[in-house]
């Protein structure tokens, strides 16, 4: 018995009842009678009679007595499902501890059959995820990304009247990928459209929701949140999509994102996401021009805050950060210094459950999503679901998460301002020398990025509801590039030792044309890659594909499964791997007359950098922005190293900063505007704009 | 050959192919092969066989050559289709031209199987509704109403992902009605909600789109337009949509409706409608609070408008009416005169195409539509559709249709200030005494009558497109009262003759809980039924029972062919008879402890009243409110007679207003906040809250 692929196949479909087919092979779970709804008590059997004769498989499921859900049932099917809900959280947390709780993976299976018609589907679907990720039995076990589950949260909404003609009226071999445009969130009138396919990539929102599927900021168990130096991956995490995302502006034209922190006024950009519900035909509510945020008070959801209080939150981190400690639960002082202040600070302002004292700094950053996600109706006046503020799932897509997100990172800023700079001994490493970088692009010119759109097809059908089976493929335009190396070469004066290489990335001139400084120019570092190597003694030329790189995840693990609906095989395992940039965002989109950029590599000092354990088994594809499961991170260094400090005085631009050990490239990307079929598609339709 | 019944199947399931079956008793159209779309003609001869072999029966197809379709095509089948638009309507209109264009019936359906696929389905619909309703050939087909193709404008969206469940998993047998919570847009928070049950109400909203139906304001043939009175209708129903608002907000302790007269201020009503189109899977936008109109500047809709035009529009016309005349598109004038002036004021403010001067007096009802339905995204940046201001058959749900109204009417009622007063020479009615009426309400008390809440089924399954064949009912809430009789005593003092009854009802109190003046008063009162009457000499009795009503049409006919699904009947027939307030809407909500109301019956002078013409087989069923197809309006006076004019200076009080001919007589609306089902349920799950 397959048991991973039955654990996959939970997700299947999410809101149709147990008793139907699930998967492409057509197999049905063989449920018991009293696992069926009340809808379905009186006829059901006939039912899921109908579906066995045609079934090709029969999974047998060993009855459980029905589960006590309790509480967790509130929550309709029907209705938005949020983890910034407090409510909605501690059902979620309810019905994790039930799917934690269960005895074997049998048990598992047959309990959480017993749970999906009764449970909301985006609920199940997190909680399921969430355990699958945390018990041992089924922790290599791939979680299906949100996208083969929920198409809804990623793809135009218009595409899916247009699935439903083609699974009605096309059989399964003659049908043809639904094209989504790139443009269909709005037109180059609005200004921050420019960047929407940055925004709006379906990869870089998965990366979002799987980041945060990984690190759940509460759980009734407490070691499912706390993993090491999660705080200070929230910081970098986020850190590096606002440079990321700032990267994108300076190649459009546009600044760099303004923060949001005054409260009292309008939030001049609106954003109309035209995504839908498929389960409730509700459409995600588009936020206009100019709207304000409101004091909340929506009782049903046990959401009640006023702007006057959030403030008053922000204000006592503020005070925490610029008196460099923070007050625990008993009054007493926690210093927040230079190697783990950091860490205790992002659990504070997040805020997770590992906050040191929720009670006195709020939970600032998850109610900065709450009050924007529920801007539109914040009393439930309207009895309006929540905005895509409100959804890791779909917040990205959103100008507003930006310049949220920008005053977050502030505050972290403003805790790095007080902690001690670099000295060059931590920077330097010695005896090591760099000589030479250049970056080879594969049928392009030297240190020239080249990066295009390309349009490749997903596979949509098992988050289909009520449907015709077979294939429904839609074809998404993304950004990607032509694959590279670097060809990086050191010098090492000394013995054969180890070192680890980090490349970053970033503009070279801000949105005036003019060369940074060094404080603003430290923020606009991307991190490309990280890893070590072994340094000869003497000349070492070390080359480095760009499909290595620490940051990102293959094409095929943001997608898998959904390129021709094919189940998952054991490639695809460890769940950790499907948290990363997407590899076809590794470079930013560039300009087409060639940007300006500088790619500064570093070999540090293995000693300082190392961490000793065992990465056997592991996948660690992209730990820089991921970590790795049950593992310490893997750098001892800041995260954010050499960049993420403030420099000395003295240090006014990057060439400043540099030691022997440091070397910075100029580099161009360049994007040519012409769109190519991703090769991996099964159809084979051209490409259309 | 049922050529009724095959006319009517052209709206059946309006996104699906014209190869599908249609119907509850699956037809086909045998279509030749270069009806398919493209997209369709390299398989869809093989799906044609599929379909046309499940068929039970056969509709021969007579060929007819590609139909030249230029522009219309150039409207995308999943656009918003908005008469406000002017390009739209110049694309409709062309359709419309085409399709009475057809030579015989038969090549009218052959035409628009034709054109079915090629063009936008909401536009289809709209042209050949008025096409069938004006051809000689077919005006007597009945058009079906709107909610059956197209109930995503009616029904709360969340109902059809329930509805798709229901098709695809249980038998037509064992189907049961999808509840619609009354309270599905708002909470009570939302002080205007109170009067959601009015606003939303299914049979009110397809009144106000048959009727605009019926009274297009733009056609390239002009006598589609150009009806009897069209521009006094025009104001007279509008004025008492207003009344009858009115009337429930007293009901429900809100006041009077305000004016928005003001387009420099922020609109504070919200309104989020919950409805999307099936066919584009796009919710309809809604209004956030305090939204603001804006300058319009949408190229592809043709659109270019800007506040401040728009206010001069406004002024000019402000400017014929406190002036007393028009001027003409060569500079003459018009005087508005007390007998046609109304009518010329009508189609200048709407604007139809009979405004004597367009350019001039702009365009200035239907561009308040378009700024209040495009409040959202003036100028396209955001790529959003429209809001439902922008649709006949969905404004009437938003509180801003009634404060915009109310401004239109102002301007009329300004107009109806410049004009002579009744004389009483006018109101009187020789040898005529009113001496009693009372109300007889069935199992009720007399001068009480009785509203309550019914549950009433429809059948949604013709507009359902690729879903799976057989009825798919909802269940809607709506007002209803108990059936009554007016029993009125007429004293006739002189020979036989003929007289008009004209029953109005108004609340007795206005909302600061005063009696009214009469200048007040007087628009306040809603028509209630209108006849004529044979009076002997001496004491007359007549009776006469609610379901006769003038303004109303029959709850069968508000619904028809959505109740079981079945077919039209030629019992059915005349589409003027489509058009018509609800029966169910008749009376007023009330309150629970009994709205104190007044009833005011007048006969009036036959002789100057009377119309000459024949109504034989012409349905004057709602003819207050819709006219008489073909035929004059059959009434002399004013619309709105006595009250549509200001009363002279001495004339404080209705009493003082009052003639022999007249009687008012205080009556209470009691609601009873019960639910029942109606009788006319085929299912018989028992009613829900």
Redesign the interface.
């Known amino acids: 018995m397959n048991t991973n692929r039955n654990l996959q196949l939970l997700f299947d479909r999410p809101?149709?009842?147990v008793f139907?087919t699930k998967g492409n092979e057509n197999v049905v779970f063989d449920v018991p009678a009293h696992y069926l709804t009340d809808r379905?008590q009186?006829?059901g059997q006939s039912?899921s009679n109908r579906y066995g004769e045609n079934a090709s498989e029969h999974i047998p499921v060993k009855s459980v007595q029905s589960v006590n859900l309790g509480e967790i049932e509130q929550l309709s099917r029907?209705d938005a499902f949020s983890i910034f809900v407090p409510k909605h959280r501690r059902l979620a947390c309810a019905l994790v501890d039930i799917f934690l709780g269960c005895t074997d993976t049998d048990n598992l299976i047959s309990t959480s059959l017993y749970c999906k018609d009764r449970v909301n589907p985006a609920m199940y679907n997190y909680a399921l995820s969430i355990a699958m990720l945390h018990r041992p039995d089924t922790r290599n076990v791939p979680v299906p990304t949100l996208i083969q589950t929920f198409p809804d949260r990623f793809i135009n909404?218009?595409?899916?009247?247009q699935a439903?003609?083609e699974?009605?009226?096309?059989?399964p071999e003659?049908r043809s990928p639904i094209v989504i445009p790139r443009?269909?969130?709005?037109?180059d009138?609005?200004e921050e459209h420019r960047v929407a396919y940055w925004r709006e990539d379906i990869g870089n929102n998965l990366h979002h929701w799987h980041w945060h599927l990984v690190y759940p900021f509460e759980s009734n168990t407490r070691a499912i949140v706390a993993k090491d130096r999660r705080g200070e991956l929230f910081y970098y995490m986020h850190e590096q999509i606002l440079a990321r995302y700032n990267f994108e502006r300076l190649a459009n034209q546009l600044a760099r994102v303004k923060q949001y922190n005054n409260f009292r006024e309008p939030v001049k950009e609106?954003y109309?996401p035209?995504l839908?519900t498929?389960?409730?035909?509700?459409?995600w509510?588009?936020r206009?021009e100019n709207?304000m945020i409101q004091d909340l008070d929506r009782p049903v959801d046990e959401i009640r805050m006023t702007v006057s209080d959030f403030e008053i939150y922000i204000r006592r981190i503020y005070d925490a950060i610029h008196s460099g400690m923070v007050m625990d639960r008993n009054g007493g002082t926690i210093v927040l210094d230079e190697i783990r202040g950091i860490d205790v600070l992002g659990d504070l302002i997040e805020a997770s459950m590992l906050s040191v004292n929720p009670d006195y700094y709020g939970n600032v950053h998850n109610f900065g999503h709450l009050f924007l996600g529920y801007i539109?109706?914040p009393?439930?006046?309207?009895?309006?679901r929540p905005g895509i503020m409100a959804d890791p799932a779909t917040d990205l897509r959103d100008p507003i998460f930006f310049r949220w997100h920008a005053f977050i990172d502030e505050m972290f800023q403003d805790y790095k301002a007080t902690i001690p700079r670099y000295t060059r001994g931590l920077l330097n490493n010695p005896d090591i020398r760099l000589t030479d970088v250049v970056v080879n692009t594969e049928g392009g010119s030297p240190n020239v990025f080249d990066t295009f759109w390309m349009q490749s097809d997903l596979d949509l059908s098992r988050g289909l509801?009520?449907?015709e089976r077979g294939g429904i493929f839609v074809r998404h335009t993304h950004l990607n590039h032509s694959p590279f190396t670097y060809n990086i070469t050191v010098n090492n004066t000394g013995p054969a030792k180890m070192g680890t290489v980090r490349i970053y990335l970033s503009p070279k001139f801000d949105e005036r044309g003019l060369p940074w400084q060094f404080r603003e120019h430290r923020l606009m570092f991307i991190e490309m890659d990280k890893f070590f190597t072994q340094l000869q003694p003497g000349n070492n030329n070390i080359v480095r594909r760009s499909d290595e790189s620490s940051v990102t995840i293959p094409y095929e693990r943001t997608f898998r499964n959904l390129e021709t609906g094919r189940d998952a095989t054991d490639a695809d395992s460890f769940n950790f791997c499907g948290c990363g940039h997407p590899q076809h965002l590794l470079v930013p989109r560039g300009t087409p007359s060639g940007m300006a950029c500088q790619l500064f590599v570093m070999v540090s000092n293995y000693e300082l950098d190392k961490v000793e354990q065992s990465l056997e088994g592991s996948c660690a594809d992209a730990a820089s922005y991921c970590g790795i499961k049950d593992k310490l991170y893997p750098d001892r260094r800041s995260m954010g190293y050499p960049f993420d400090r403030f420099p000395p005085d003295n240090v006014g631009t990057l060439e400043d900063f540099m030691t022997p050990n440091m070397i910075a490239k100029d580099v161009t990307i360049r994007f040519s505007d012409r769109t190519v079929l991703n090769p991996r598609n099964t159809t084979n339709v051209p490409p259309q704009t």
Chains 1, 2 share one sequence.
Not at 157 to 161: I, T
Not at 167 to 171: F, G, I, K
Not at 183 to 187: L, N, Q, R, V
Not at 379 to 384: D, F, Q, S, T, V
């Open positions: 809101s149709e009842p139907t379905y009186t006829f039912l029907y909404s218009a595409v899916f009247s439903r003609e699974a009605q009226l096309v059989s003659l443009d269909f969130t709005a037109s009138l609005d609106g109309f035209k839908q498929i389960l409730a035909s509700r459409g509510t588009p206009q709207m539109h109706d009393e439930g006046k309207y009895l309006e509801d009520f449907v």
